[in-house]
T-cell receptor, first 115, second 114 residues
Framework: GAGVSQSPSNKVTEKGKDVELRCDPISGHTALYWYRQSLGQGLEFLIYFQGNSAPDKSGLPSDRFSAERTGGSVSTLTIQRTQQEDSAVYLC?????????????FGPGTRLLVL | GDSVTQMEGPVTLSEEAFLTINCTYTATGYPSLFWYVQYPGEGLQLLLKATKADDKGSNKGFEATYRKETTSFHLEKGSVQVSDSAVYFCALSGRMDSSYKLIFGSGTRLLVRP
């Protein structure tokens, strides 16, 4: 079946602009995660959604970062007033939820470059 | 807090050599442990996992055993192939809260030469 998809695959933006990154999880997966992969920081957790529960935002690095998950499926990660240090690959993952929270399936990522 | 430490790379081996990539962890409670692999130009793929002490995860000839006494989860393969060249990430599932977020090591790049 279809895996996790993310769009765009690459994004180049100017410092100070806002960007939106999209994630489509695997159908039927109730849990959704965002991570960031950067040279300096490795792979970092950003935010987690599970069903209708309040999201775990503990990994968001600043209030410029926010995320939504509409209808329990598609998620959008928004970065406002981008900075050069936001340049990274943003990865989305999903898992089944109640029957298996821990096995996460990753999308191909969105490579963000802030000039 | 919880953390994962894995050996620095790159690791360079000849084809058919034995591979070990060391991984140790620090965690409260009893985390699940994972190895993910990232092939060049591709996304992260789950390679194997173990959910409790003494469990052995295995896949594609790779193995790792969850050792609680040494807090380790070393990845091994008896005979590597050129196609195994990739970056390998050790991770734990931070079950100390409800989010099951993954905490990753820094990654180890493996290069296998013909």
């Amino acid at each position: 079946g279809a895996g996790v998809s993310q769009s765009p695959s690459n994004k180049v933006t100017e410092k100070g602009k806002d960007v939106e990154l999209r994630c489509d999880p695997i159908s039927g997966h109730t849990a959704l995660y965002w991570y960031r992969q950067s040279l300096g920081q490795g792979l970092e957790f950003l935010i987690y959604f599970q069903g209708n529960s309040a999201p775990d935002k503990s990994g968001l690095p600043s209030d410029r970062f926010s995320a939504e998950r509409t209808g329990g499926s598609v998620s959008t990660l928004t970065i406002q007033r981008t900075q050069q240090e936001d340049s990274a690959v943003y990865l989305c993952a999903s898992s089944l939820g109640a029957s298996d929270f821990e096995t996460q399936y990753f999308g191909p990522g969105t490579r963000l470059l802030v000039l | 807090g919880d953390s994962v430490t894995q050996m620095e790379g790159p690791v360079t081996l000849s084809e058919e050599a034995f591979l070990t990539i060391n991984c140790t962890y620090t965690a409260t409670g009893y985390p699940s442990l994972f190895w993910y692999v990232q092939y060049p130009g591709e996304g992260l793929q789950l390679l194997l996992k173990a959910t409790k002490a003494d469990d052995k995860g295995s896949n594609k000839g790779f193995e790792a055993t969850y050792r609680k006494e040494t807090t380790s989860f070393h990845l091994e393969k008896g005979s590597v192939q050129v196609s195994d060249s990739a970056v390998y990430f050790c991770a734990l599932s931070g079950r100390m809260d409800s989010s099951y977020k993954l905490i990753f090591g820094s990654g180890t790049r493996l290069l296998v030469r013909p």
